[in-house]
C-alpha cells in the first residue's frame, strides 16, 4: 500500500504570530516537505493546482519536475491536475516530459477543481465541468496512445494528424486518478476507463465516502476490469499528533478555530467525529486510519494533508517524522495483513504497467464525449 502526502497550497496565517508566509517561503517550504516525504520513507508526494490566491501551486509539473531532480523512489503525483480548463494537448506533452525526467516515477489526478471563477479565466463556463472532465480526458487518453490523431469535439479546435510530444515513456502513458467529492459522473468515469478513483474525504464524513466509493467499485467490476473489491481506490485524511491526544488538542486547536478551512464552523471535537480530522496521539492515527478500510474496503492509496492551517514548517516536519517513524510502518503492516491475496496491494505504477504489457493503456477508449449510461 502506498502512503503519501499532498498539499493544497495554501498561504494562510499562523494564528499563534500573526504571520503569514510569503509565497516565496512557502514554495521552498513545500520543497522541505517534498523531500522529507521521501526521507522518512513514504511513497508518494502530490500537489494541487491553483490559479488563485491564497494558493500558489499554479504549475505542478514545474515543481514536481524540481523534486524529480532531488529524490531516487518518491511517486510523484498530483492532487488535483485540471482536466477542465487545461487543454489536454497541454497536459499530454507536460507530463510525457516529466515522466520522462523522473524515469517513470509520475502519475497524476484529474479533477474539476472547486474554484468557480477559474473557468472564465481559461475561456471555459462552470457550467459545462462534466462535459468538459469527459471530452478533455477522452481526447487525452488517444493523445498519449495514438502516434497520430485526428480530432473534433465542442470544446477545443479540432486536430488533424496531430503528434503529442514527447510521446510517453517506454510508450506507457502515466496512471490516472480520477479525483471527486461529489460527482458520481467522475466515479463513473474512473469506473469506465479502469483508472483509479481517489475520493479527497477530508470535508465529508465516511458514509458519504463509502457511497461514493462503492459506485465506483460497482461500476468497475461492470465494465469488466475485475472485481470490485479489486478496483484502485486512494483517500485522503489529515492528521496532528503529540504524546496524548490532550496535548495534540491542545496544539492544534488554535489553529483549527480560525483556519478558513475550518474556522468559524463545527468545533473541532464535531469536525473530528464527523471527518477524517485525527487530533490525537499515533496510535490514534493508527486505529482511525484502519477503520477507512472497514467502510470503503481495502484501498491501495492513503494520503495525508499536513501542511495546513497555518503551521509552521518545522511543525509539518516533525508531524511528517512521526508518520514515518511510528504511524506509516503499522498501517503498512496491518492494513497488508488483512488484504487477500488477490486483491492489488498497489496503484500501477510505470513498472507494474510494463511488466503487466500495460493492459491498463490498452483499455477501452471510453466514452466519446459523455459519460456512459448509468452514472447515477
Same mark, same amino acid.
Given at each position: &500500500? ?34 522529507? *516525504? ?53 497536459? =499530454?506533452?507536460?507530463?510525457? &516530459?516529466?515522466? @520522462? ?8 489526478? !484529474? ?19 462534466? +462535459?468538459?472532465?469527459?471530452?478533455? /480526458? ?29 510521446? #510517453?515513456?517506454?510508450?506507457?502513458? #502515466? ?8 460527482? #458520481? ?5 474512473? +469506473?469506465? /476507463? ?15 465516502? $463509502?457511497?461514493?466509493?462503492?459506485? %465506483? ?7 469488466? @476490469? ?14 496532528? !499528533? =503529540? ?11 488554535? /489553529? ?5 478551512? %475550518? ?10 467525529? =464527523? ?13 482511525? *486510519? ?8 481495502? /484501498? ?5 494533508? !499536513?501542511? @495546513? ?31 487477500? =491475496? ?20 490498452? $483499455? ?13
Amino acid at each position: &500500500m502506498q502512503f503519501g502526502i499532498f498539499s493544497v497550497s495554501d498561504i494562510t496565517t499562523d494564528p499563534t504570530t500573526g504571520r503569514a508566509p510569503t509565497e516565496g517561503q512557502r514554495i521552498q517550504d513545500l520543497v522541505r516537505i517534498a523531500l522529507k *516525504t521521501e526521507e522518512v520513507g513514504l511513497d508518494v508526494f502530490a500537489t494541487g493546482e491553483h490559479h488563485n490566491p491564497p494558493f500558489f501551486a499554479s504549475s505542478p509539473t514545474t515543481f514536481l519536475g524540481y523534486i524529480a531532480a532531488q529524490t531516487t523512489t518518491l511517486q510523484l503525483s498530483t492532487a488535483t491536475t485540471l482536466i477542465t480548463t487545461n487543454d489536454p494537448v497541454k497536459i =499530454a506533452e507536460d507530463y510525457a &516530459m516529466l515522466q @520522462h525526467l523522473s524515469g517513470g516515477r509520475v502519475d497524476l489526478m !484529474m479533477g474539476r477543481g472547486n474554484t468557480g471563477p477559474v473557468y472564465p479565466w481559461f475561456g471555459q463556463d462552470i457550467r459545462n465541468g462534466i +462535459a468538459l472532465a469527459v471530452e478533455n /480526458y477522452h481526447l487525452l487518453r488517444r493523445l498519449w496512445r495514438e502516434d497520430v490523431v485526428d480530432w473534433e469535439g465542442k470544446f477545443r479546435t479540432p486536430l488533424q494528424g496531430f503528434t503529442s510530444t514527447p510521446r #510517453p515513456l517506454d510508450g506507457v502513458p #502515466p496512471f490516472v486518478w480520477h479525483g471527486s467529492i461529489r460527482s #458520481p459522473e467522475i466515479a463513473e468515469q474512473a +469506473a469506465y /476507463y479502469g483508472d483509479g478513483f481517489f475520493h479527497n474525504n477530508i470535508f465529508w464524513t465516511m458514509d458519504h465516502t $463509502a457511497r461514493m466509493v462503492d459506485l %465506483y467499485r460497482r461500476r468497475y467490476e461492470h465494465y469488466g @476490469h475485475g472485481r470490485a473489491d479489486q478496483a484502485i481506490v486512494g483517500l485522503g485524511g489529515q492528521v496532528f !499528533m =503529540a504524546k496524548n491526544s490532550q496535548e495534540a488538542v491542545k496544539q492544534f486547536r488554535p /489553529y483549527f478555530d480560525v483556519a478558513p478551512v %475550518y474556522g468559524h464552523g463545527p468545533s473541532l471535537e464535531e469536525f473530528t467525529r =464527523a471527518t477524517p480530522l485525527t487530533v490525537g496521539s499515533p496510535q490514534q492515527v493508527i486505529e482511525r *486510519t484502519l477503520g477507512f478500510a472497514d467502510a470503503v474496503g481495502d /484501498y491501495q492509496r492513503q494520503m495525508f494533508l !499536513m501542511d @495546513h492551517a497555518g503551521l509552521p514548517v518545522e511543525t509539518v516536519l516533525e508531524q511528517i517524522e512521526i508518520l514515518g517513524s511510528e504511524v506509516v510502518p503499522v498501517l503498512r503492516k496491518e492494513f497488508e495483513a488483512r488484504r487477500p =491475496a488477490d486483491v492489488p496491494s498497489d496503484p500501477p505504477t510505470h513498472t507494474s504497467l510494463i511488466e503487466a504489457g500495460d493492459d491498463h493503456a490498452n $483499455a477501452a477508449m471510453g466514452p466519446r464525449g459523455r459519460v456512459e449510461a448509468g452514472s447515477n
